[in-house]
């Protein structure tokens, strides 16, 4: 998540100070992605040293105020119109969970995967009952008040979103589950077939101990 041009998009709007930034980011996302004040002070320290922000005095309540300036409204307007990158895979840590548990002896995969299901099965269902509200309330906002707010529809893209990628665990878990029931028949087979050679081995050896005692 890049809070750097998050707080800059924000600031094309006009002034603000720190509090006034997360308050808004986390009402525009729902609160999905809160934000450390710390970190928020610390991204603007940073952004103005780079000239894309500047301090403009304060709000006589001692709240520092930062302004955007012409080089922060070019990066704003580069990073909405760069694709975002994914220049490397993000640490997923189920995957690296369900990855280290298939190499480790003692630990049942299948019992992670199912509780894991349950789990973000309940969290898909609870996000799509938030959509569900957060659409009616949307649908029943005044005309005469402008309609929907841009928050409202902002916070239904982000409920898309969390309902996709968990729609998307929960396939790629069935998905891990028919792998494994896959590898184990197969296993099985390996083993199956391993020791009927080695039982014919063993009644060739047997036969052939018979044929010499008899001679």
Not at 76 to 101: C, G, H, M, S, Y
């Amino acid at each position: 998540m890049s809070i750097r041009h998050s707080l800059l998009a924000l600031l094309q709007e006009g002034p603000r100070y720190g509090y006034q930034l997360r308050g808004e980011f986390e009402e525009r996302t729902g609160s999905t992605w809160p934000l450390n004040i710390g970190q928020v002070y610390t991204t603007l320290d940073r952004l103005e040293r780079d000239g894309l922000v500047e301090k403009e005095g304060d709000d006589g309540e001692g709240h520092v105020v930062y302004t955007i300036t012409d080089a922060g409204r070019t990066e704003v307007t580069d990073w909405f119109a760069q694709p975002v990158a994914a220049t490397n895979p993000p640490r997923n840590e189920l995957a690296i969970k369900l990855a280290l548990a298939l190499t480790l002896d003692g630990v049942d995969v299948a019992a992670i995967v199912q509780a894991q299901r349950t789990a973000s099965m309940r969290q898909m269902q609870d996000y799509t009952r938030q959509r569900r509200a957060a659409a009616t309330s949307a649908d029943a906002a005044p005309a005469a008040q402008g309609g929907p707010k841009a928050n409202d529809a902002a916070w239904l893209l982000v409920l898309d979103s969390l309902i996709f990628t968990a729609e998307a665990e929960v396939r790629w878990l069935d998905h891990c589950e028919g792998w494994m029931a896959q590898r184990a028949v197969r296993a099985g087979k390996q083993r199956t077939a391993v020791a009927e050679r080695q039982t014919a081995e063993h009644q060739a050896a047997a036969a052939a101990g018979t044929r010499a005692v008899s001679k």
